[in-house]
Structures are given as structure tokens and as C-alpha cells.
RNA sequence: GGGAGUAUAGCUCAGCUGGUUAGAGUGCCUGCAUCACACGCAGGAAGUCGCGGGUUCGAGUCCCUCUAUUCCCACCA
């Protein structure tokens, strides 16, 4: 079927349509086939709650390369997408939507919250997916999958349970950091610490016995004072060596406190005494535990003072602070306040300051997990790229510290643990629990925790292919291939499924982790939400197209390097995808019917036989290009060869031999459908709509440029020598040009052109190409020739003479004519 | 404090294991309505490859020092 294609490329009147043929067809779908290898990706599951922004669109972009590529290839190409709970992220959108009703979540309580949930899921769960499809992501959707989902849930539990059965998880009471916003507790990988400028106050404690005499203590929050159970100095420290088992009177709460000696204590800091508050400051946590001191909890779960603070009790941890220190001043206590800039944690979901806070929490133990994991990164088989992100991935790994898993929500796995509460023991199973298993007692109680998103995240590549069933799925797609992401998701995400995968399969989840920066704004900034200077894809896609978005996303793009966006690249890239879609259009005006498929013709003539070259080499290139993960090197190569070699010289050198006729016509027909056709399957993963529509138009056989096949590089094609003979043409035709151009001529004044040379080609093959590209009337070859008054141009292969009188005439001409037009805009 | 990245044309970036005269896009300048495309064509100007050393027949590329800049980790209250 050949359509009329239109004057310019409209991917509106295509994208959807196209994306709707494939669905139709199934192409996305991928079955377990013996014949056929593996190769699989999993999707980063997008938070349900997201919306598509430019880290997405650059992330599905480089899958969606990849599966299409080896699905052309003919693997059996799995892309498995899905999305993910994002348990906080969602449980706060949930509760503020409840606000504007009026509603809290204990007020309606945790069933009727959860129906809330997964209604809210129902709705808008699925809009992030409807996105992925706008860009063309060629995922199995049949095999979508959700983190919550049953599948998943079955999947957790049994982790849950194996790794408590083996020690590997456990239960305790620890300094963890509190989000007084969200209200649960998180993780050391979710905290963010930013420098921020705060001062040091200096507070005289009165030690106890010694009238008149201070210790003076340094801290950067006062406010915890209240809290505070001992004071610190270091056991060599001379200067407090004999006040060590002494006591200090606590200013303000009028208690007496312990003189501790701990080598925690740095002694040139400060003034090398530390007030101890063991409620809330992680390392003072350690320093009570090891010397027995009692844990005075001074604030609430919004961080607001509890009546362990007294007076102060119902302020902000703010205003207590401003309190505190005025108190502080009046009694004489503080001694002297200086600015200091120090690093201050937050949520990394909210930004809200985070508060240490001691309580009991389930707990994954790291080190044990770590080292087999660890193991197989280092005997190479997971590989990063680019490769220095393994050192990320070990610095984190090899430092890790327990991870706690649980959180104070309800969105999420529930912890299958229960409570006896007779014996007080703990029961952990699979199934719903209805009696103790210590001592049978009926009165048991789920902990009403549930666990953190990553901890379903880190089963992914096996939960989602049926674990802990031994599916067909999972023996043939696990381990994946490769895994996509961004720098800033190791240590949550990729860091934790390399050790469960480990763990529980016995065998890394993946073989490459292919790592991309992050997009950023024209002038290099983060793209956030409170900048405003987010640029949604989705409305990309609606001015230039899905496949302008891809193939800015793609080009440019060196693994684990950040990238800029900006309109002027999106621009570039439509004008790519518009001069592909011309090119077609003037190859599908000129082909004759009986050129009925992308077939070489028997005879080549020089310059057929360089542009087959070319395009074998590119071939190689580009597969070779893919297979190192350097997409951005691939995508351009295809840019060169379509626009410099395919139209600014193949195209132009076919016009006279299509205007010609006859066999030399038809030949030039053929290969150009032929170097039109293939490179366009080179194309497709990166242009997927514009490649598919083409191909549709061109006479071809198959279905979907889909299941068309990847080209192999066939050294038949490979015409090295002609190559060099055609470029030597090539530098010629340019030269003429150039002295043209220096002399203002322009194309429409055409001239004779002697050529005298000694070189075959040019000599029996140059004479049409000159004609057409150098702009000349004749074209008069000869072995030896002098002509009086002509210009020169010498290049390797020819010298050529274009008669002086003919070009004077011109010139004359044309300085007459811009006179006459600079005095008309007079 | 520890670690990593980046520095190449006005701007945004390629440049893989060292090898012709350092490339592209965009912007700029000149010319062009030539029958695929002005979202185009032809031509042009534009670079001390951050600085300084070193290895080499040969360095944008490898090694060292320094400078600037970005990021990650840790954290001393």
C-alpha cells in the first residue's frame, strides 16, 4: 500500500494510531521460547502516585532502545513494567485528600483507610502507565504488575519469614530517624543531610559540690537539654580528668546528672565536654547504652514537647528552643552563642527535618547479605556502566549499616509478625496467625507496622516473574539482562535487589546496570517542583513528538553523565524526524512499481557501491555501538549517515539518474530503497512511530518494521576501494563549489567545467555528478588540457577549469543587481 | 574528612583501547525559492582541547601538580 505522505511530518496524525497497531498485534508480548535466548528488563516501577517527568522519559527511552533492538535481533525481548505502592507518598495523599473532607485516619480507621487506598490506586494508578505508552514503551503489558499486588505480597511474606527464620531479620529498640511529618520512622538511605546555618551555643552546667564552679558544654540544640541523662568528657582529657564520676545540676530542669568519661568525645572540638541525650541524638544513644543511662523522650511523634519536658511542653521543637535559650540567658547560664554551619538531616519525601527518636523497629541485618552480594559484583557478575559506579555501590554496601524496614503506615505490606499477648512472644509466619506458637495462646495481635517500599522493590526482578513459585517465567527470564536507572536510586533500589536477588535466588538479578544521569533545565539546574522549572514530556511529545523526545533523550547522552533539556535540542530533532520523512516521501514519488522490495540490484555503479559501504559500516557501527551500551554514539551515527550521506549526497546524485531513465533509473531505484529501507530498522528503536510508519509505506514485506529483522554487517557490501575513489569525486564536486560560493555565483548561473584528470572514476564516471552538484552547464573531461583566463581549482583528483568570462560576466551582473536592490531599500 | 565526575567553538555536547588537518547540533555571517524537505540547500568565520610539568617518534586522549566547578558518602555534640 502506498500513501501520500504529506509535506511535513505530522507525528500527531501517527503515534497513537501506530502505538494502537502494535497493541493490536501483540509485538510487545514475550513468551517463554526455547528456540529463542532471553532477554529481559524489568521497569524501575514508578511510584503510583507519579506523574511522567524527564527522569522517566529518559529511563523508559534507554529500555525501550534496548528491547526493541534485541527483539529485532529475535530474542525472546521481555520488558516487564509495573508499578510501585510508594507506601509514604501515597499514605499522604490519601490522608491530605481525607483533610479537605475533614476526616483523619485514625478517625476512620485502618480498613476503611485501606479501601480509600486501593480506590485511590484504582483511579490513578494507572495514569503514570498511560504515560509510559504515550513514549512508545514497547513493554509486555500483559505481564503488568504492581508491588502490592498478591503475587508481590506472597513474595514479601516469604521473605519476610525466611530471613527471620534465619536470623536476618530481628526486632529492637534503636535510635531511628523519625519524620515528624510523615510520622514513621525511615531509613539511613532516606535521609537527606544538607548544610545549613545554625549557631553553637556554649551553656555553663554548675557541677555539683564545686560552688561557682562550670562545665561548660557546646551544643547545637539546646532544646534537647531537657532530655539530657549525663555530660561526656574524653578519658584523657586532662582537664576534666577529676570531675569524671562527679555530677552536674542541669540547668532549667534542676536534675543532677552524671560526669561520664567516653572516648566518643572528640577533645579539640568544642569544648570537649558533650551533653548527653540519649532520646535524641544517635550517637549519644550508643554513648547511654554503653555506660547504663537512662532514655528521657522529650517530644511527641509530630516533635512537639511531651510532658517529659515540663514548662515547655506542647511547643514546637522550635519555639521550645527559643525558649530554652532565653531561660538559659536569664539565669546566667549561657555563655556565649556563635554562628555555625552544619549539616542538618531531612525526609528525602518531605524535607521536614528528621528527628532521632528510640523505639522499636524490625530490622534487617546487613553485613551477612552484604558480603555474598558484594562477591558476585566483584567476580563481574553484575557490571556497572559506565564501571566507577561500582565504587558507589561498595562504599555504600561495605559501610551499610541494619537496615529498618519498618514503618508506622498503613499503605503496604503488613509485617507477618504477631504479638502473644500472654507470653509476650513473637510469632512470624506466612499465614494469618490465630494462636501463639510459643504458647498457644489465642490472644495474639498483628504489629500494625507495615514494611518500607524498597524492601518490595528489592524482590522485583523475581517477584514479578512468579517467585517463589518456580514458574517457566522465572527459570527463563531470570536473572534479567539489564537494569536502567539513575545514579541516585543505587543504594535504595539497586543495592538492595542485588542481595535479595543473591539471597533468595542464588544468582544476581541482572548482568548490567546501566546507569544515566539525571535531566536537567536549559541552564543546568535540577528540574524540581519548586523551581517550576520542570518541563513535562507529555506536552514535549504533544509540540514535537514522542520520537523528537527520544531521540533528544538519547543523543548527547554518555552513560552516568547528567544531560540539559531544552527546546533548541527537541527543535533539532524534529527537524531530523521531518527530513527522514521527506526523504521517504521523494523515494516513494520516484520508485516504479515493479521495484517491489529492498533488493540490490545486480550491477552497482560507483557511487551506489559507496553508499552501500557506507551503510554496511553502519551497520557494524551501530550494533557494535549498542552491545558497549553507547547509545548516544549509535543514534548519531544514524543522524550522519540519513542526512550527510543518504540525502545531502545519494538522494541528489539519484535525481539525474532518475530524470535519465532506463536501467541506470531503475538500478539507483533500487538502492535506494534498499539504503532507505534498512537503515530505517537501525532507526527504529530509537524513532519507533516515524520508522514504523515509513516502513508501512515502503514496498516491503512483513507486517511491522517490529519483527522485521535487525541487518547483520555482510562483508559482501563492504566496497572500500570505490568508497575511496567516490570521496575523491566528492572532494572534487566540494572545491568547485567553494570557489563558486567565494565568487558569489549562484546555482541558477551555471558554467562550463573542464575536468582534467588522470584518475579513472572521475575521468569515466565523474562527468553527471559534476553536472548535477557542481551546478555546471558541461561537463567536458579530459586527460590534458590549457584554457586561457579560467579559474583553477586543483584538488587530488582533478584539475579543474571553469572559463574566467562566463563567471566575470555573472559576477559584474550580480553586483549590479544588489546595487540596484540596496538603493530600492533606500 | 573520604570518594567520584566535569573542564574541548558564543552555547550544548561527542571524541572508545594515544596515530592524518579535533567533530556535531545550535547560534552567527554570506548566498539561494533548484522539481523531498526553508523543520531546507550551498558556502564561511569560529577552538592555546582549564593551567603547568612528564612519558612517547607522536598526547584532547596516558601519568603527576595545581585551579575551577558539580555530585556522592561520612560527620565533631
Excluded at 514548662?311 to 555555625?340: F, H, I, N, Q, S
Aim: proline residues 5%; negative net charge; glycine residues 6%.
Amino acid at each position: 500500500m502506498r500513501k501520500e505522505l504529506d509535506k511535513v511530518y505530522d507525528p500527531k496524525q501517527v503515534e497513537d494510531r501506530t502505538y494502537q497497531f502494535w497493541l493490536d498485534g501483540d509485538y510487545f508480548h514475550a513468551e517463554v521460547d526455547p528456540k529463542k535466548e532471553p532477554y529481559t528488563i524489568v521497569i524501575p516501577p514508578p511510584n503510583i502516585t507519579g506523574q511522567l517527568h524527564m527522569g522517566h522519559a529518559l529511563d523508559e527511552t534507554l529500555q525501550d532502545i534496548l528491547i526493541r533492538w534485541r527483539r529485532m535481533q529475535g530474542r525472546a525481548a521481555l520488558w516487564l513494567p509495573g508499578t510501585d505502592h510508594a507506601s509514604i507518598a501515597t499514605e499522604a495523599k490519601i490522608v491530605e485528600a481525607m483533610r479537605a473532607e475533614g476526616l483523619t485516619k485514625e478517625g476512620i480507621g485502618r480498613e476503611k483507610f485501606l479501601e480509600r487506598a486501593w480506590e485511590w490506586k484504582r483511579q490513578y494508578g494507572g495514569r503514570i502507565v498511560s504515560q509510559l505508552k504515550k513514549l512508545g514503551s514497547s513493554c509486555d503489558w500483559e505481564r503488568e504488575r504492581f508491588t502490592m499486588d498478591e503475587g508481590c505480597n506472597r513474595a514479601v511474606k516469604e521473605v519476610f519469614v525466611n530471613l527471620y527464620e534465619k536470623g536476618l531479620i530481628y526486632r529492637g529498640e534503636r535510635s531511628i530517624n523519625w519524620c515528624p511529618h510523615c510520622k514513621t520512622s525511615i531509613s539511613e538511605a532516606e535521609v537527606n543531610y544538607d548544610e545549613k546555618d545554625g549557631f553553637f551555643w556554649h551553656i555553663n552546667y554548675p557541677i555539683v559540690g564545686e560552688e561557682g564552679r562550670m562545665l561548660e558544654i557546646a551544643t547545637t540544640r539546646p532544646e534537647t537539654m531537657l532530655g539530657d541523662t549525663a555530660v561526656a568528657v574524653h578519658p584523657d582529657d586532662e582537664r576534666y580528668k577529676d570531675l569524671v564520676g562527679k555530677k552536674v545540676l542541669l540547668p532549667l530542669v534542676n536534675k543532677e546528672i552524671p560526669i561520664i568519661a567516653d572516648s566518643y568525645v572528640e577533645m579539640d572540638f568544642g569544648t570537649g565536654v558533650v551533653k548527653i541525650t540519649p532520646a535524641h541524638d544517635p550517637n549519644d544513644f550508643e554513648v547511654g547504652l554503653r555506660h547504663d543511662l537512662p532514655v528521657i523522650n522529650i517530644m511527641n511523634e509530630d516533635a512537639t514537647i511531651n510532658e517529659n519536658g515540663g514548662k515547655y511542653a506542647g511547643m514546637t521543637r522550635e519555639e521550645c528552643r527559643k525558649a530554652v535559650v532565653a531561660d538559659l540567658e536569664a539565669g546566667g547560664y549561657l555563655k556565649k552563642v556563635e554562628p555555625y554551619k552544619h549539616n542538618v538531616g531531612g525526609c528525602y519525601r518531605c524535607g521536614t527535618i528528621i528527628e532521632p527518636r528510640v523505639s522499636k523497629q524490625w530490622f534487617v541485618k546487613m553485613e551477612p547479605l552484604a558480603k555474598p552480594a558484594n562477591e558476585a559484583v566483584r567476580a563481574g557478575k553484575t557490571k556497572f556502566v559506565p564501571e566507577r559506579f561500582d565504587k558507589i555501590y561498595f562504599n555504600w554496601m561495605e559501610n551499610v549499616k541494619d537496615w529498618c524496614i519498618s514503618r508506622q503506615l498503613w499503605w503496604g505490606h503488613r509485617i507477618p509478625a504477631w504479638y502473644c499477648e500472654d507470653c509476650g512472644k513473637i510469632t512470624v509466619s506466612k499465614q494469618e496467625v490465630t494462636e501463639c506458637a510459643h504458647c498457644h495462646s489465642t490472644h495474639v495481635h498483628q504489629d500494625p507496622d507495615t514494611l518500607d517500599t524498597w524492601f518490595s522493590s528489592a524482590l522485583w526482578p523475581f517477584s514479578t516473574l512468579g517467585w517463589p513459585d518456580q514458574t517457566e517465567e522465572l527459570k527463563y527470564f531470570y536473572p534479567t539482562n539489564t537494569l536502567v536507572t539513575g545514579y541516585d536510586i543505587i543504594f535504595f533500589w539497586v543495592a538492595r535487589m542485588i542481595f535479595s536477588g543473591v539471597e533468595h535466588m542464588g544468582e544476581v538479578p541482572f548482568d548490567t546496570v546501566l546507569i544515566h544521569g539525571l535531566v536537567r533545565d536549559a541552564q543546568g539546574r535540577k528540574m524540581s517542583k519548586s523551581l517550576g522549572n520542570g518541563i513535562d514530556p507529555l506536552e514535549i511529545i504533544d509540540h514535537y513528538g514522542a520520537d523528537a523526545l527520544r531521540f533528544t533523550l538519547a543523543t548527547g547522552n554518555s552513560p552516568g553523565n547528567d544531560m540539559r533539556f531544552s527546546d533548541e535540542k527537541v527543535n533539532a530533532s524534529r527537524n531530523f524526524a521531518n527530513k527522514i520523512w521527506n526523504a521517504s516521501r521523494f523515494i516513494l514519488m520516484n520508485l516504479s512499481d515493479e521495484v517491489t522490495c529492498a533488493q540490490l540490484p545486480e550491477e552497482l555503479a560507483l557511487e551506489d557501491k559507496w553508499v552501500v559501504s557506507k551503510y554496511n559500516t553502519l551497520v557494524r557501527d551501530v550494533t557494535e555501538n549498542l552491545e558497549k551500551f553507547e547509545l548516544g554514539m549509535a543514534v548519531q551515527k544514524l543522524y550522519d549517515f540519513i542526512w550527510d550521506i543518504l540525502c545531502d549526497w545519494y538522494i541528489e546524485l539519484c535525481k539525474s539518474r532518475f530524470q535519465a531513465g532506463g536501467e541506470s533509473s531503475l538500478n539507483a531505484q533500487k538502492v535506494l530503497a534498499y539504503v532507505m529501507h534498512h537503515p530505517l530498522r537501525l532507526l527504529h528503536p530509537f524513532m519507533p512511530f516515524i520508522t514504523e510508519e515509513i516502513w508501512q509505506a515502503l514496498p516491503h514485506e512483513g507486517e511491522s518494521i517490529m519483527v522485521s529483522q535487525w541487518p547483520v554487517y555482510d562483508a559482501a557490501l563492504d566496497f572500500a576501494a570505490e568508497e575511496a575513489q567516490f570521496e575523491k569525486i566528492m572532494a572534487a564536486i566540494r572545491a568547485v563549489r567553494n570557489r563558486r560560493a567565494e565568487m558569489n555565483v549562484p546555482p541558477s548561473k551555471k558554467a562550463k567545467l573542464y575536468i582534467v584528470t588522470q584518475e579513472p572514476a572521475v575521468f569515466t564516471l565523474g562527468e553527471p555528478f559534476f553536472k548535477r552538484l557542481a551546478f555546471a552547464s558541461e561537463v567536458i573531461v579530459a586527460e590534458d588540457l590549457q584554457l586561457e583566463g579560467a579559474v583553477q581549482v586543483i584538488t587530488d583528483a582533478a584539475r579543474i577549469l571553469i572559463p574566467m568570462d562566463e563567471l566575470v560576466d555573472k559576477q559584474k551582473e550580480l553586483e549590479r543587481l544588489s546595487k540596484e536592490s540596496s538603493v530600492r531599500e533606500r
